[in-house]
């Protein structure tokens, strides 16, 4: 007979008649408490001490049974965990947020998402519940794949009332002649501005370079941008960066560090929009890390 979780014998049990034969499903762990002074606080402070008796896996014969139950009198340990299969391997745990994609049918529409997530099972969870409080009609999740590494960014802005080109010369940011230069090159992209209230996801490789006096470092990172356009993605990569550099800068002052804050210029290395219609915001996801 093929063995799965469906034909698998589990249960807790402090009866040595139970445990005979089978397998131990987790540790058997002896634990207690120790009690040491802190010198700097004087303050006593306990910690938890454990100590693997028996190993998961671990086949109960009678000379393992015999142990388990000195264990029992001796060592305080209550019952343990059986099973009829030997299951060795574990999934690891993971409390890191990672970008991931997936796609869902919706109805009779497809429908890509990126969001964050610490798993498959994370992201599965994640996917049902934003679906359900969003969207109509029954689902089915279609695809999950882990996305690249990447700093996701979303632009606030609902619509694009003026174009980037016309503000940044009402700024005296760009001269009337940098202005017509940036028009011609906006019509000439009639692909992607034929929707200018339109945002896109663009995944565009940056260059970072940050100068600190004569010291310079360069990188090269990842961001997801949705927006409407790349030169509108990199002001809001530019400005995720200095943010960060302004955010480092208040916690070493916080501690009573010296901070020599870095000036940073970016560049693109590549740029390209990605078929994903909708982030899921970060704050989502955090809900399922509690």
Request: with cysteine; net charge negative; proline share 2%.
């Amino acid at each position: 007979m093929i063995e799965t979780r469906k034909t698998e014998i589990r249960y807790v049990t402090s009866d040595p008649k139970k445990m005979l034969n089978m397998y131990l499903a987790k540790r058997v762990l002896k634990t207690w408490e120790e009690s040491f002074i802190d010198e700097d606080t004087g303050e006593t402070v306990t910690i938890e001490r454990n100590e693997i008796l028996f190993d998961r896996g671990t086949l109960i014969d009678q000379d393992t049974l015999a142990k388990i139950r000195f264990s029992m009198e001796a060592d305080g340990i209550k019952e343990v965990e059986v099973s009829n299969q030997n299951r060795l391997a574990f999934e690891n745990e993971n409390s890191v947020l990672y970008p991931y994609i997936a796609q869902a049918q919706i109805g009779d529409k497809k429908h890509k998402f990126l969001l964050y997530a610490t798993g498959l099972e994370n992201t599965c969870s994640i996917l049902k519940d934003y679906i359900e409080l969003n969207y109509m009609f029954g689902f089915t999740l279609t695809m999950i794949k882990e996305f690249d590494s990447c700093v996701i960014l979303t632009d606030n802005l609902k619509e694009r009332k003026v174009d980037d080109a016309s503000l940044a010369y009402l700024k005296n940011e760009i001269t009337m002649a940098e202005y017509v230069d940036k028009m011609d090159d906006e019509m000439e992209d009639s692909d992607e501005e034929s929707k200018p209230n339109e945002k896109k996801f663009y995944q565009i490789e940056t260059k970072i370079t940050f100068t600190d006096g004569e010291n310079e470092d360069e990188r090269v990172q990842t961001f997801v941008v949705n927006t409407f356009n790349v030169d509108r993605a990199m002001m809001l990569i530019t400005h995720y960066l200095k943010n960060k550099e302004e955010e480092c800068e208040k916690q070493a002052k916080e501690k009573g560090h010296e901070f020599r804050k870095r000036e940073i210029h970016t560049a693109i290395e590549s740029a390209k929009p990605i078929p994903v219609g909708r982030f899921i915001p970060k704050e989502f996801s955090m809900a399922y890390m509690e």
